[in-house]
Nanobody
């Protein structure tokens, strides 16, 4: 399972960006998808997660500014980012967790795949 993230760029404080992540390859199901970010010199952190049931979780620092969404028809995940701040500057990674195809009605092995990252820079 491969993930391809895009949409990063340079934006001014208060601006908006939309990140996209396309999932390709063969799999049975996706149980959750998420966006993580890693700022220079810091550990990777969870930004937002969306379960297959539609449950959303956000980091406190982005709640009410970012929205995670999924379009299952085209196997895509999005992150709508508004009111961007300099501290949002980071490389953003998409993540998908699910099951590969199994035999008959049984799910196959789990997978945990990452995209290559897309850089978001917020200038003041």
């Amino acid at each position: 399972v491969q993930l391809q993230a895009s949409g990063g760029g340079l934006v001014q404080v208060g601006g908006s960006l939309r990140l996209s992540c396309v999932v390709s390859g063969s799999f049975r199901s996706i149980s959750s998808m998420a966006w993580y970010r890693q700022a220079p010199g810091k550990q990777r952190e969870l930004v937002a997660r969306l379960s297959s049931e539609g449950d959303q979780n956000y980091a406190a620092s982005v709640k009410d500014r970012f929205t995670i969404a999924r379009d299952s028809a085209v196997n895509s995940l999005f992150l709508y980012m508004n009111s961007l701040k300099p501290e949002d500057t980071a490389v953003y990674y998409c993540n998908a967790v699910g099951n590969l195809a199994g035999k008959g009605k049984y799910p196959g092995p789990t997978f945990n795949s990452w995209g290559q990252g897309t850089l978001v820079t917020v200038s003041s």
